[in-house]
């Protein structure tokens, strides 16, 4: 399968898309929901999408943060894709795509279920597992 991954924009019909993935896929296993807050800092992030025929397979959300690096977060592929690459290939593009940007580190709070893909992508741990959305996570980050 090989998806184009490409950049959307907020409040964009793909931006949509995404947050009915992200919905899916991050917030209703876990009994959750999003408020406007929550979606506030999506204004000025990017947004990343892997694409079939205009489907979204997969999305993610790169945050600009403090310190040269940037936050991915909200990392979605939809179930029915889950195991054929998008991750990684979304992964790739924004590796690339935050280098090219002058970012020298990308990191993420992974769900420790996730944790070995990021492992497998070169991500490394960072400190000790935490908390947060009441499941355990990881801070990991890599060196672009």
Excluded: W
Excluded at 13 to 42: H, N, V
Excluded at 98 to 125: D, Q
Aim: glycine share 6%.
């Amino acid at each position: 399968m090989h998806p184009s991954i490409r950049l959307f924009t907020y409040g964009s019909p793909d931006y949509l898309l995404s947050l009915i993935l992200r919905y899916k896929i991050l917030r209703i296993p876990l009994g959750l929901t999003y408020s406007a807050k929550d979606l506030e800092s999506d204004q000025s992030d990017f947004h990343i999408g892997a694409f079939e025929n205009e489907q979204l397979l997969g999305s993610l959300i790169l945050t600009l943060n403090k310190n040269n690096t940037i936050k991915m977060r909200q990392v979605a592929v939809d179930d029915t894709f889950q195991g054929k690459g998008i991750g990684s290939a979304l992964l790739q593009f924004s590796e690339t795509f935050a280098k090219l940007k002058g970012f020298e580190a990308i990191h993420c709070h992974a769900r420790k279920t996730a944790v070995p893909f990021y492992l497998k992508h070169g991500y490394t741990i960072v400190g000790d597992e935490f908390p947060e959305v009441n499941i355990p996570h990881f801070y990991m980050e890599k060196s672009l």
